[in-house]
């Protein structure tokens, strides 16, 4: 298994323009998650999913937005990319189901600089 | 708002020495509590957890200490070695799936 990967590794972006960041897991994971960590910020909820077709707002949801068409995938899109979404993003998969506590599995990250 | 205050944000020990890293937290509907090891470039990694149905869990060199009357617990790392050199995220969920994490402590240990 290949587990959580993300695409690109790393990306410069002008202020104004946008991206996907691809996010791919093979654990038949129900459970998919977009993080962004900052220095001394720790790790910011995004976006997650509880299952194909579903998605929530996590913490810091402005200026992103997600979709699940698949139980694989789960792309982060970066519309009119602004100076303060330079972070780097981690994408994270878990199995869930009721009463119980899941491993979340995080990707390799992305590492976005918006100039 | 951070839910989770860690500290410290930084520390240095030496090879064979304790590295402790503290946690609060103020929700008391927390019922569980992950720490996450990251290395340089890498994304983050599980590495012990507890429920607060017991005071400490051990693993290897790394232990939790956790103090639900007080909403704090602990990550400890005895015999500390170069290869621990990372940071250390303290988390906690409420059932959901959410992980709350702390700011992150960097851990390194000179040999």
């Known amino acids: 298994n290949a587990g959580v990967t993300q695409t690109p590794k790393f990306r410069i972006l002008k202020i104004g323009q946008s991206m996907t960041l691809q996010c791919t897991q093979d654990m038949n994971h129900n459970y998919m998650y977009w993080y962004r960590q900052d220095p001394g910020m720790g790790l910011k909820l995004i976006y997650y999913s509880v299952g194909a077709g579903i998605t929530d707002k996590g913490e810091v949801p402005n200026g992103y937005n997600v979709s699940r068409s698949t139980t694989e995938d789960f792309p982060l899109r970066l519309e009119l990319a602004a100076p303060s979404q330079t972070s780097v993003y981690f994408c994270a998969s878990t199995l869930g189901g009721s009463g119980r506590y899941n491993e979340q599995f995080f990707g390799p990250g992305t590492r976005l600089t918006v100039l | 708002q951070q839910q989770v205050k860690q500290s410290p944000q930084s520390l240095i020990v030496q090879k064979g020495g304790i590295s402790i890293i503290n946690c609060a937290y103020e929700n008391t509907a927390f019922d569980y509590f992950p720490w996450y090891q990251q290395f340089p470039g890498k994304g983050p990694a599980l590495l012990i957890a507890?429920?607060?149905?017991?005071s400490e869990k051990k693993e290897g060199r790394f232990t939790i200490s956790f103090n639900k009357s007080a909403k704090q617990f602990s990550l400890h790392i005895m015999d500390s070695q170069p290869g621990d050199s990372a940071t250390y995220f303290c988390a906690a969920s409420y059932n959901d799936y959410k992980l709350s994490f702390g700011a992150g402590t960097t851990v390194t240990v000179r040999a």
């Open positions: 507890i429920r607060p149905d017991v």
